[in-house]
Structure formats: structure tokens, C-alpha cells
């Protein structure tokens, strides 16, 4: 992408003349920027930002100057998914997730209310605060497109991003956002038995269901958390040997089993990639290596479709 200039945004002048009184009396918001009352044509600011957003297109495909980069508040009348907002703002979904911090694509509920961008683009926080916004960050440190600094109020706090005019998920982020994604729990390895029915490894002869993946490593390699979370258990049993279980929210948990050592205690906090134990061949382990599971609401998952680049 072209380096770009943007042009003095019109969104701004409708904020100033709210502030100083120069235009008719503006309805309170919780959010300081201008708000959209309604997603259609009957509102001036609506008309605005999908003006805006028109002219990035045309400038792009023209090759000028782009409009300034400008924000809107919308407060939603009922519960909404991320989707139908993108369509309604004709702004893409990773522009406004991004901007608003959104770790997942969950349902937003009524009354939330949201910072709508007047460019399509790619927000990357300065200071991440959730898992998507820590794998954005090590995706995007490098990113050669260019980009500009730019701060933001959302909900209530003003937080500094990168802005990446135009641009979208890369396929792990998007994967991570859409399927609550894990990023792989070694530093590096090789997946050497799947998810499913296998012939058992011990007796070479009967059919069992493998509950989750096995990665070869060697021996103490650390193991990471594949998303943030609390300790929900740690332990020894005779299958999985050492063993800890991570609980991340309501629906997922992650187990990590054949460890040669545990380095957390049950109830503790602990952030995405952080060391949680080693790897080993404790339980019933033919050599070293990790098992590792998802579970969704308790139920075995395959987990290599939600390994970010695996």
C-alpha cells in the first residue's frame, strides 16, 4: 500500500460546534466523539461517515488523498453482532473490533456502546490487553505497511494504537477473533499424533479416541498458556501423567499432560505464553512430548483448527 495523505474531516467541526454552542443543542453521549443516532439516511452523521468511508474507496482506487481518520459513537438499540454492525457502518468487521477491543466475535449487548472509525483499517494497541491484541501485536510489529499514531477514547479510557489504513486481519487473527483461537503451546514442535480415533500406542491393536494432539519436543521444554486464564487444576494421573488444566472463560479450557515438572499452583492467573510447566514423558508417554486438549463446556475439541498458523 501507497503511503497516504488524509484531508481535514467535516466529523470534527460538528463535535466543535456541540462544545461551543455554534449549532442547535447535541444530545448527551457517554463518548466524546459525535453520535449516530441512527444507521440510516435520516441522520446527518450516519451520511457522514459513509461518505468518508466512500471517498477512502475512491481515493484508493484514484490514488489521492484519503479522508482524515475521524470517530463516531453509536449506542446500540438491541443486541447486535459484530457483523451486522460492519454491514449497517459499511466499515469492515476487523476495523471496528480492533478499534473497540473486542477479544472475540461475541454477541455485543443493547446499550454498549461502540467508537465507529470513518476509514476501513486495521487498529494494532500499543499496549495490548487481550489475547487477539498480544497476537496482533507480535503479527504487526514489523508490518512494512505504513501506518500512523493515533489515540483513541474507548469506553471511557483513551488507549494509543497503530493504524493501518485499508488493511485486514491476517488469517490467524481473523481465525483467533472468529473461533476463539490458541496460539501453540511450545515454542516450537512437531505434531506427531491427532485428534480422533488411532490405534493405541501400547498395544498396537485396538482402535481408542486420542482426546487431543500430541507435539514432540524434547525434554523440559516450557510449555505455554494458549490463551490467558486461571488454573483450574493441576496434578498427577496415571494417564496424563503431570498435568495442569487452564480455564480461559465460561465455554474453553485447555489441558497440558505428560509434563516433567509444574511450574503453577492451582487458582493462579496466568497470561497467554507465559511458562506453565516442562515437558516430559510422566502418565502413560511413549517418549517425551506434550498432550494438548480443548475442551469446549467440557467436551474434548480438536484443537488444530484453532492453532493460530498451525
Not at 4 to 10: A, G, I, K, M, V
Not at 16 to 41: N, Q, T, W
Not at 125 to 141: F, G, I, Q, T
Amino acid at each position: 500500500m501507497k503511503a497516504r495523505n488524509f484531508e481535514p474531516s467535516l466529523a470534527w467541526a460538528i463535535a466543535l460546534s456541540c462544545l461551543f454552542g455554534m449549532a442547535a443543542p447535541c444530545s448527551a453521549s457517554p463518548s466524546p466523539y459525535p453520535a449516530i443516532r441512527s444507521a440510516g439516511p435520516e441522520d446527518l452523521i450516519y451520511e457522514q461517515l459513509v461518505d468518508s468511508v466512500e471517498r477512502f474507496h475512491q481515493s484508493e482506487k484514484a490514488g489521492t488523498a484519503a479522508p482524515e481518520l475521524s470517530f463516531y459513537a453509536y449506542t446500540l438499540p438491541e443486541d447486535l453482532d459484530i457483523f451486522s454492525l460492519a454491514a449497517a457502518f459499511s466499515i469492515p468487521y476487523d476495523a471496528l473490533a480492533s478499534l473497540n477491543r473486542m477479544p472475540n466475535a461475541a454477541t455485543i449487548a443493547k446499550g454498549s456502546t461502540l467508537v465507529i472509525p470513518s476509514l476501513p483499517g486495521i487498529f494494532v494497541a500499543e499496549r495490548p490487553a487481550n489475547d487477539l491484541e498480544y497476537l496482533m501485536k507480535s503479527l504487526w510489529v514489523e508490518e512494512a505497511e505504513p501506518h500512523v499514531s493515533v489515540r483513541a477514547n474507548i469506553d471511557g479510557r483513551f488507549a494509543d494504537f497503530s493504524f493501518y489504513p485499508g488493511a485486514e486481519f491476517h488469517p490467524s487473527e481473523r481465525t483467533f477473533f472468529l473461533v476463539a483461537g490458541f496460539r501453540f503451546p511450545l515454542p516450537k514442535g512437531v505434531i506427531t499424533s491427532g485428534f480422533g480415533e488411532r490405534l493405541d500406542p501400547f498395544t498396537g491393536r485396538s482402535m481408542k479416541f486420542h482426546t487431543g494432539i500430541d507435539i514432540g519436543a524434547p525434554y523440559g521444554t516450557e510449555v505455554y498458556a494458549a490463551r490467558s486464564g486461571r488454573v483450574e487444576s493441576t496434578g498427577y494421573g496415571e494417564v496424563y501423567g503431570n498435568f495442569v488444566i487452564v480455564a480461559h472463560d465460561p465455554i474453553w479450557e485447555t489441558l497440558y499432560g505428560h509434563l516433567s515438572k509444574i511450574l503453577v499452583a492451582k487458582g493462579q492467573s496466568v497470561q497467554v505464553g507465559e511458562a506453565i510447566g516442562l515437558v516430559g514423558s510422566t502418565g502413560m508417554s511413549t517418549g517425551p512430548h506434550l498432550h494438548f486438549e480443548t475442551r469446549r463446556r467440557g467436551v474434548a475439541t480438536d484443537p488444530a483448527p484453532l492453532l493460530e498458523g498451525h
